[in-house]
Antibody
Framework: VQLVESGGGLVQPGRSLRLSCAAS????????MHWVRQAPGKGLEWVSG????????GYADSVKGRFTISRDNANNALFLQMNSLRGEDSAFYYC???????????????WGRGALVTVSS | DIVMTQSPDSLAVSLGERATINCRSS????????????LSWYQQKPGQPPKLLIY???TRESGVPDRFSGSGSGTDFTLTISSLQAEDVAVYYC?????????FGQGTKVEI
């Protein structure tokens, strides 16, 4: 399993950024995917999840209405569109795989190395 | 949201000694339909992403040394490292995946 994030960088408050995750080594269209973030030196925060077929999507309250998760199963890719970015969104964003995204769900079994997003003027 | 609280925030253990980390959830993560606890443990070493250690509260992920064990049910859980090795220095997180949003404990730093 390989998960490789891209698209991070420095962005001004209020602007947008789109993260991508390239997945390989497993049947991408059979598995749920998530974004989990971690501010430097801080703990882990689940951001968003999407089921294998995009039928179920969920967000943390802190990003609801600003972030949009999506996936392209034909190209084994996961995305996170981040709009109206704030300083508190600065973090490493990890692309993470799990068996299912439901309620209840399943554990997060494979993590990418993360992409750093810095929101600052 | 389900709040996950770990204790202690940090601990120092001698090499070869036992390390115990506790995790409490604000509501039960035991699913009555299958009698499974929707609780996992992750290890994060400096500069690395988290790594899954334990899921269903007590099932060790493939490749994880058997000195790592998980126990507990309902709202109270424990991660035990039976004989601490130098490579176990890390921050450990518990996580519930019973309800959305999935939530993590604040982390416990384990040092020698």
């Amino acid at each position: 399993v390989q998960l490789v994030e891209s698209g991070g960088g420095l962005v001004q408050p209020g602007r947008s950024l789109r993260l991508s995750c390239a997945a390989s080594g497993f049947p991408f269209d059979n598995y749920a995917m998530h974004w989990v973030r971690q501010a430097p030196g801080k703990g882990l925060e689940w951001v968003s999840g999407i089921s294998f077929n995009s039928a179920r999507i969920g967000y943390a309250d802190s990003v609801k209405g600003r972030f949009t998760i999506s996936r392209d199963n034909a190209n084994n890719a996961l995305f996170l569109q981040m709009n109206s970015l704030r300083g508190e969104d600065s973090a490493f964003y990890y692309c993470v795989k799990s068996e299912i995204f439901a309620e209840p769900a399943s554990h997060l079994d494979n993590w990418g190395r993360g992409a750093l997003v810095t929101v600052s003027s | 949201d389900i709040v996950m609280t770990q204790s202690p925030d940090s601990l120092a253990v001698s090499l070869g000694e036992r390390a115990t980390i506790n995790c409490r959830s604000s509501q039960s993560v035991l699913y009555s339909s299958n009698n499974k606890n929707y609780l996992s443990w992750y290890q994060q070493k400096p500069g690395q992403p988290p790594k899954l250690l334990i899921y269903w509260a007590s099932t060790r992920e493939s490749g994880v040394p058997d000195r790592f064990s998980g126990s507990g049910s309902g709202t109270d859980f424990t991660l035990t490292i039976s004989s601490l090795q130098a490579e176990d220095v890390a921050v450990y997180y518990c996580q519930q995946y019973y309800a959305t949003p999935q939530t993590f404990g604040q982390g416990t730093k384990v040092e020698i």
